[in-house]
């Protein structure tokens, strides 16, 4: 790998001279985890944000290696943009997945060209989304699909997206709860409720918790794996299918 000729301006990246995309942005989700970049508030990355930053650079290294190259920021421009977000629509990705790993992706472009190492900050690319049809499920249908033959992760994935559908929690809120739901349960008038900020918009939620949901954190004594989002809906539509 070539290194470049001037110093960064950046102290978070100035023990390392970098050239390559990827490179950057995997030394960046490493800062992110130990502390040693903030984000523009001066404050802690979250691990939800770490996994979405996680996302785009597997997306990222999986369009490098059908190329057979790492890609030098020297070589990257709107067009590479453009023919970055073709390879994530021939994935069969959503547009609001293909959006989240577009914005990841401007926010390294712009980071580097803060630092001097790219020569285009990202601007320009479109990040498209998608109106989310709301689709109700009955009771019924989601017994259906608690009784199809799942795997384990499967059926951890279910009961996830069960959780949600029953509480509507936002997916950033709902990975903060099931990091450790017994720390956002409260009980009134002998009656369970889910008490919880979002970290992002910092409001709070408080919402009733039924039966169905309690039971399925009782069962699990409230542990869960954590997955992102991509992979939870890809995982749901072939749960849908069994």
């Known amino acids: 790998m070539t290194q470049l000729t001037h110093q960064t301006t950046n102290l978070a990246f100035a023990e390392i001279e970098i050239t390559s995309i990827s490179a950057f942005t995997a030394v960046f989700i490493n800062k992110m985890k130990s502390g040693k970049v903030l984000t523009d508030k001066g404050e802690i990355y979250k691990d939800s944000s770490i996994r979405q930053y996680k996302m785009f650079l597997d997306h990222l290294v999986e369009f490098e290696t ?24 021939e994935q069969n990705l959503t547009l609001n997945s293909i959006s989240n790993i577009l914005k990841k992706f401007k926010a390294i472009m712009a980071m580097a060209f803060r630092t001097g190492i790219a020569f285009w900050n990202g601007s320009g690319l479109k990040t498209p989304t998608e109106i989310t049809t709301e689709v109700a499920l009955s ?25 949600q559908c029953f509480t509507g929690l936002r997916y950033d809120v709902l990975c903060k709860f ?10 009134h008038e002998e009656k369970n409720y889910i008490d919880i900020i979002s970290d992002k918009t910092k409001e709070q939620s408080v919402i009733p918790l039924g039966d169905t949901v309690l039971k399925i954190i009782m069962d699990r004594e409230g542990k869960f794996k954590i997955f992102s989002e991509e992979h939870t809906n890809r995982t749901i539509k072939i749960i849908a299918k069994k």
């Open 66 to 89: 059908k190329h057979g190259k790492q890609f030098e920021f020297q070589e990257i421009s709107y067009q590479f943009g453009k023919e970055f977000q073709i390879y994530l629509t």
């Open 178 to 187: 099931l990091q450790n739901p017994f720390n956002y349960i409260q009980e």
């Open 139 to 163: 009771i019924t249908e989601i017994r259906k699909m608690r009784s199809a033959p799942l795997s384990d992760s499967e059926a951890q994935i279910l009961d996830v997206f069960i959780i």
